[in-house]
């Protein structure tokens, strides 16, 4: 069973920083391709970061430069690092993890939502201009 919990939300104001956690359980081969993704108000779920087994990431245009994904194996920890952050960044950030046999890298990972096997419950972010 693979479970995904999020923590490290919360509100701050604009260009200002927060760390996501996204602790994660279950057999290691679910979690190959390790995932951001957030939805806005009104908008689609958007894949924001994803990176794989072997380290390899893809960003969204409009946090690149802002936010860095990383994952902690030892600890079966997914992390994001956000920084200036601005008020469009607003939303209900999720955990997601999908096994290799899903995508065929990254990029193809973040195509859709529907690519991802499991999620996290979310967790939202606020950003105040």
């Known amino acids: 069973q693979v479970e995904l919990v999020e923590s490290g939300g919360g509100s701050v104001q604009a260009g200002g920083s927060l760390r996501l956690s996204c602790a994660a359980s279950?057999?290691?081969?679910?979690?190959?391709?390790m995932a951001w993704f957030r939805q806005a108000p009104g908008k689609e779920r958007e894949a924001v970061a994803i990176?794989?087994?072997?380290?390899?990431?893809y960003y969204v245009d409009s946090v690149k430069g802002r936010f860095t994904i990383s994952r902690d194996n030892a600890k079966n920890t997914l992390y994001l690092q956000m920084i200036s952050l601005k008020s469009e960044d607003t939303a209900m950030y999720y955990c997601?993890?999908?096994?290799?046999?899903?995508?065929?890298?990254?990029?193809?990972?973040?195509?859709?939502?529907?690519?991802?096997?499991?999620w996290g419950e979310g967790i939202l972010v606020t950003i105040s201009s």
């Open positions: 279950g057999p290691t081969y679910s979690r190959h391709f």
């Open positions: 997601a993890v999908a096994s290799a046999r899903v995508c065929y890298n990254v990029s193809s990972c973040a195509a859709s939502r529907d690519n991802m096997d499991y």
């Open positions: 990176v794989d087994a072997n380290g390899s990431t």
